[in-house]
């Protein structure tokens, strides 16, 4: 069974750090393309960033390039999204997804795996 697990939520004053991590079971993420996303009360789910190891591909959004980061530990199978200098805007719940198609993009439609969120707040 395949599944995705967020952890590493949490609040923060603006300016400061967090580390998501989403690990995955039933399949290995270096051969499917990985995403983050976010969804803040009223608004639509937001591609953050997305990675593919079989190609190499990452991808963030405009609104968190600079301060976002992700990377994989192939070992423990995990996806991590490091957020620095957060912004009360980065306030959302933020889900990773897999997909079994073959590229990684910022659209939620691209995505048939996805875990069950973890709460991020910015708040000074």
């Known amino acids: 069974q395949l599944q995705l697990v967020e952890s590493g939520g949490g609040s923060v004053q603006p300016g400061g750090s967090l580390r998501l991590s989403c690990a995955a079971s039933?399949?290995?993420?270096?051969?499917?393309?990985i995403a983050w996303f976010r969804q803040a009360p009223g608004k639509e789910r937001e591609g953050v960033a997305c990675?593919?190891?079989?190609?190499?591909?990452?991808n963030y959004a405009d609104s968190v390039k600079g301060r976002f980061t992700v990377s994989r530990s192939s070992a423990s199978n995990t996806e991590y999204l490091q957020m620095n200098d957060l912004k009360p805007e980065d306030t959302a719940i933020y889900y990773c997804?897999?997909?079994?198609?073959?590229?990684?993009?910022?659209?939620?439609?691209?995505?048939?795996?996805w875990g069950r969120g973890t709460q991020v707040t910015v708040s000074s």
């Open positions: 039933g399949f290995s993420l270096d051969y499917y393309p």
């Open positions: 997804a897999a997909s079994s198609g073959w590229v990684a993009t910022l659209t939620p439609e691209t995505y048939n795996y």
């Open positions: 990675a593919d190891s079989r190609t190499g591909i990452i």
